[in-house]
Structures are given as structure tokens and as C-alpha cells.
């Protein structure tokens, strides 16, 4: 698929028409496009991403769907798109069109397809899709308006560029350095996507699709009657809840849409209930809605340096659990300690009431058991007192061990 021309009429910038040709030039394959700033470089790739999308702008780059934010809404902003001069001369009516060569349709042989998108200004309602095959309209789009429109809109993503693509074909400097860049679960998504798309993926994964639905027929038409019926039950079922959802996508698609229109009109209340309610300036004004501005920008990355900060989130809501079990480990190791303390005491006089025994034999008189057992006792006694912390003793009295980690799993 090659890119022939493109024609521009009194969009933005370009007043009256302006064909720009993009064929290339023998065995040339490279066209580039310069010039100056403000020279409409950016409206140029903005305008293939309207013609091409439409109110779907938004989700081909971020850019585009603040933007439209920002102006109340895809009507709001792309009627703003008018050529200033020509709006001058009574002009309400702007197009943006492309011509492919190259494009390869099942069963419809083609030279060339233009794809036509334009806005009236005046009736600021929906823009107009023209789909044309080697200069003709073609029976492809059948049924009305409305349906007709859906299925261009489908032949372009099918046959031209899907969106998916479109994503990582329309791009400048800073859209090169994002890829670079990316790291949310929906930036991968969406580049997995474009992947499938252009190395035959997504084909195989129809053709693998069609094979099931060639399956399910087979089993279909050889089912009994009790089992055709739950299975056309299931497959109405099915087109009920597509359909659903496509309701649905539609309905949050406008929902948005007025949502920004909504969110416009907002700003521009407060905007003017702030001027008439003060003597501030407009510029005093504009003075605060930059520094507005400003501090978004400024509570975005706040808010982007609080995401890093996440991952210690756990970690403070468990400190107190933490802190109890630091604490019991701390306990566990000096009851271990001290019992190792009071066993090795205990051994020590043990081997000295042994020692005395010994020399007992030596006496030539006897001491009686009552007098043994006295000597004995305060020996014990004495020892543990002055070799031994008692009050650490009674620290442990009712301490029990839960975790008895060892020395290098508290390390």
C-alpha cells in the first residue's frame, strides 16, 4: 500500500485546495517533508489521522484525545478546523482526502482507493465519509446512511491501516522516545497489537477462527434436534450480548464526548463567573489559568513519584506487626540466652558439690543428711545470686517461644 496524494481544502493552514503528491520519483522510495515551524508540518500528519479516523483521532494518540478534551468535545474541536480566512469569506465547509495505490481488496480488483472526510461547520453535526474505488462509489456499502458510514469506517481499518497500527505509524520525536518507554500493562497491549498486525498475526488468528466456526457448523448440522436447538439458543444468546456491547461502546463514545463538552463548558463558567464577580484583567486571568496549568503539571509528577512509593505501602501498614515481631525476637534470643546461662550455672555447681563430696572422705567425723542438705541448698543459692541475674528470671516466668528462628534467619 503506497500513499499517492493527498489533497487538503481550507483545512487549518492550507486554504483552498492543496494537493500534496507523496509518489515516489523512479527508483526513489523515500518523500520527505520539511519546513519551518508553523509552516503546518504537524497539521499535515494530523490531517491523514482525521481523514483516516475521524472521531476515533483520539485513540490513534493521547495527544489527540486531550485536545479534544480541552475543547469540549470531537465537534468543538475539529470545527475549529475551518480555515480562518476562508471562514472569512463565508466558507463552512473543509476536506482532508488520501489516495492509496497498491491496496489489495478480495474480489474487488482496484488501481486506487480515496478515502474523503469533510465537516460542515455550519450544521456542526457528524463529518462525512466518501470511500471511492478508481474514482467511482461502490456497491461494497450498502444499506443506510448510518449503516454505510459503519462500514466504511470497518473497510478502512480492515483494508487500509488498522488502528491498532495507527497507533505506531503516525508519530514524531517524542512519540519515538515513549516507545522507548514503555511499562504499563495497556502501552504493551497495544504494542502486541500493532505487532500481530503487521507480521500476519491477527490473519492467521482469523484464519484459525474461521476454521473454528467451519467446525462448530459441521457439528451444527450433525447435532440431534435437542441439541441444534440449545445450540441456536447459545448462538442468539451470543449476537444478543455482541450487540449489547457494541450499544454500549457507543453509548460510553458518546457519554465522553459530553463529558468533555460538559468539562469545556465548566472552565469557561468559572472562567467567566470570575471576571464578572472581580475587577481581575483577562490577562491577570490567563496569568492564572497558566500557573494552573503549571501545578497540574507539577501534581502529576507528584503523583507519578508517589506510584515509585507503592511498593512500601505493605511495609507501613505492617509496621506495627513488624515492630511486635521484632520485639518477640529479641525476647526469644535472651530467654535462649539466659537459659543457657542458668543451665551452664547449674553444671558448674553441680561439679562443685561433686568436688565436695570428694572431700568428705577425707573428714574423720560425719555431717548429718539435714546439715548436707542446708550446705547444699545455700551453695546453690549463693552462686545463682552473685553468677546469676535473678530478675531475668522472673522476666521469662510466663514468656512462651513462637518462632525459634535461628541466629541467621533473624540476620
Known sequence: MTIREIELDNFRI???KNKIELFPDGNRNLIIVSGNNGFGKTTFLMSLVWCLYGKNMGKVDELYRKEIDEKGGYSKYIGNSLNFAAQKEGVTRFSVSVTFTDVEIPDTPCTEITIVRSYDSATNYDDELEILIDGRKNDLFTGSKEEIAKEEEIFIRDYILPIEIAKFFFFDAEKIVSFAQI???EQRRDLSLAYSQVLGIQKYEDLKNELVRIQDDYRKSSA???EKREFNGLIADIDFKEGEIDRLTEEISNLEEDRAFKRHNSAELQSKLI????TMSVDELQK??????????????ADDSLKDLYSLIPFGLAGGIMSELSTQLETEKAYKQ????LEGINDKTDVILGDIEEAKKDLHFSIDIKTRDFYEQQIRQLIKKYFYN????????HFCILHDFSQGQIE
Open 224 to 226: 440431534k434436534p435437542q
Open 275 to 278: 471576571r464578572e464577580g472581580d
Open 183 to 185: 511499562n504499563t500493562p
Open 338 to 341: 539466659n537459659k543457657l546461662q
Open 390 to 397: 535473678v530478675s531475668d528470671e522472673s522476666r521469662f516466668e
Open 288 to 301: 492564572l489559568n497558566n500557573r494552573k496549568a503549571e501545578l497540574d503539571i507539577v501534581l502529576r509528577e
Open 14 to 16: 492550507y486554504k483552498g
